[in-house]
């Protein structure tokens, strides 16, 4: 169980998110609502201001990849933002209602044995990210309910996308972050 599996994710966002943030949309849009993550990205890539330079301060998104199915390909932009935090967006089977939302670390995909969403596992490339990039990696999940070949993204994880979406804007832009 995640620390912030009953934690509403406005706040999970505002305890956890600091400094320079890089989202990373992880899934196969190909298969319905795996395809949440790159969606997430692609939203918040569109509303996103020019990245910071490097130099400059704040808590903010200075990037949102839409990786699919091959986030370790972008290992090295990853690095090369220097982020304080990667948080990696997929649709993650963790026994709630479809379109739910929670962060993950690390331990939590650790202490689910046998729980895996991807092949290589998730754990796997949130290790290599923290090695390359020194950063902490998160996981944002949203709850799936069919991630067939060519089904269409269904209604409630729809709606967590975009509000996923907005929450993270609104965390970037200083706001507040409710969806």
Known sequence: ??????????????????????????????????????????????????APPLEAGGDRIVAAIAAETTPEA??????GLRPDVVLLVDAVDFGAPPGSSCLFDEEDLVARSGWSSHRPPMTLLMQY?????GARVLLLGIQPADVGWSARMTEPVRAATSAVARCLCRWSEGGDARA
């Open 74 to 79: 972008e290992v090295g932009r990853i690095a």
């Open 1 to 50: 169980m995640s620390v912030y599996e009953h934690v509403p994710l406005p706040v999970a966002v505002r305890k956890v998110l600091r400094g320079r943030v890089v989202v990373v949309g992880v899934g196969n849009p190909g298969r319905g609502d795996d395809g949440a993550g790159p969606r997430v990205a692609r939203m918040l890539a569109r509303h996103l201001p020019p």
């Open 129 to 133: 990210l923290a090695a390359r990039t």
